[in-house]
């Protein structure tokens, strides 16, 4: 089984699949009296011509490493953020499109206070927090025509911490 190693979730090396959510650098501006910093706009939502934005709230059941990577999944029809509720780390796995099926994933380790934004189409893991509760609120598209593409792996991968 071929192995990936998880790496630091950055926003650079996150770019080309999503957005990362999370505070860094100084505020976009000061709100609330100067006393809540407001880092404007971190997401390219994007629901589709007809679709609307909803949120959710998905409760996962935690994973353990090594973790074995069987199913990848995209929706191609908007984008979809996740937003820890927990506080604890949690995995987040993509993969380049390859030809309309996903190419090798990459494994990232995002801690409790990082959320993300899959753009449309990116194939990505399930959602896969490393420890209980598996809380999330969820943004993404809601609308009538179908939006969950799925692809079982002929060899899955295994997601690990180090060699």
């Known amino acids: 089984m071929e192995k990936i190693l998880i ?11 999503g957005d990362v959510l999370e505070v860094a650098g100084t505020p976009d501006k000061m709100i ?41 999944e995209r929706h191609p029809e908007g984008s979809q953020a996740f937003i820890p509720m927990h506080g604890q780390a949690w995995l987040v796995i993509v993969a380049p499109d390859a030809g309309g099926r996903p190419g090798k994933p990459l494994a990232f380790r995002a801690t409790g206070a990082q959320g993300i934004n899959f753009h449309r189409a990116t194939w990505h893991g399930v959602l896969t927090p490393l420890a209980a509760p598996g809380l999330f609120a969820v943004v993404d598209r809601i609308g009538e025509t179908p ?9 899955p991968y295994l997601i690990s911490a180090g060699p």
């Open 147 to 155: 939006n969950l593409e799925e692809y079982r792996l002929d060899r």
């Open 32 to 72: 609330n009296e100067g006393l809540c910093g407001r880092y404007h706009d971190r997401a390219a939502l994007d629901f589709g011509p007809d679709g609307r934005a909803g949120i959710s709230i998905f409760d996962a059941k935690p994973r353990a490493l090594p973790y074995e990577l069987h199913l990848l």
């Open 7 to 17: 790496q630091p979730l950055t926003a650079h090396a996150f770019a080309p699949f």
